[in-house]
T-cell receptor
Framework: DADVTQTPRNRITKTGKRIMLECSQTKGHDRMYWYRQDPGLGLRLIYYSFDVKDINKGEISDGYSVSRQAQAKFSLSLESAIPNQTALYFC????????????FGPGTRLLVL | AQTVTQSQPEMSVQEAETVTLSCTYDTSESNYYLFWYKQPPSRQMILVIRQEAYKQQNATENRFSVNFQKAAKSFSLKISDSQLGDTAMYFCAFMKQFSGTYKYIFGTGTRLKVLA
């Protein structure tokens, strides 16, 4: 079984809709992250959480919110989706004992029409 | 502000040959971590190699090695004996946690194609 899972894997939605992307991990890591990937821009950090009570904004948090329901679960929400949020979204965990190496989920491809 | 630059958007190499991917970064910090990640067509991001900035010795993982030049702020990836399965996007990344702020910055990637 994969260590970091994301649901859904693909999603098409319409402008103005609320959408939630979910992430679960079995690695036992406290630290979790959400990134978006756009062609030509690499990965950019949206939010990160170092434990259940700690949530921080990343580089591009506007238009997004997150919820850390448990150590193993970290959800990303788009309250009112817009077309420029069309991207590939990755959840990741990290291990501070391995120099914060990131372990990524398989990604969610989101298309906002 | 920290930045990571990968100046080669695309590269190709013949199978069994050696290729070097370039990465430069900009930081005023002295302690940080550098990474190379691979993203094959399956889109799964996978760690290739990691380097701690306080270590002078270049990291090596089987056919993958880095040339870490701290003063020049350069962190290139060398792939020896290239294989078809090495075809992927390769991302260089910089990580530093300081003053309550966490920075994990990725370059824009280099698309590598290994030719049969």
């Amino acid at each position: 079984d994969a260590d970091v899972t994301q649901t859904p894997r693909n999603r098409i939605t319409k402008t103005g809709k609320r959408i939630m992307l979910e992430c679960s991990q079995t690695k036992g890591h406290d630290r979790m992250y959400w990134y978006r990937q756009d062609p030509g821009l690499g990965l950019r950090l949206i939010y990160y959480s170092f434990d259940v009570k700690d949530i921080n904004k990343g580089e591009i948090s506007d238009g997004y919110s997150v919820s850390r329901q448990a150590q193993a679960k970290f959800s990303l929400s788009l309250e009112s989706a817009i077309p420029n949020q069309t991207a590939l979204y990755f959840c990741a965990t990290s291990d501070p004992d391995r120099a914060e190496t990131q372990y990524f989920g398989p990604g969610t491809r989101l298309l906002v029409l | 502000a920290q930045t990571v630059t990968q100046s080669q958007p695309e590269m190709s190499v013949q199978e069994a040959e050696t290729v070097t991917l370039s990465c430069t970064y900009d930081t005023s910090e002295s302690n940080y971590y550098l990474f190379w990640y691979k993203q094959p067509p399956s889109r799964q991001m996978i760690l290739v190699i990691r380097q701690e900035a306080y270590k002078q010795q270049n990291a090596t993982e089987n056919r993958f090695s880095v040339n870490f030049q701290k003063a020049a702020k350069s962190f290139s990836l060398k792939i020896s004996d290239s294989q078809l399965g090495d075809t992927a996007m390769y991302f260089c990344a910089f990580m530093k946690q300081f003053s309550g702020t966490y920075k994990y910055i990725f370059g824009t990637g280099t698309r590598l194609k290994v030719l049969a």
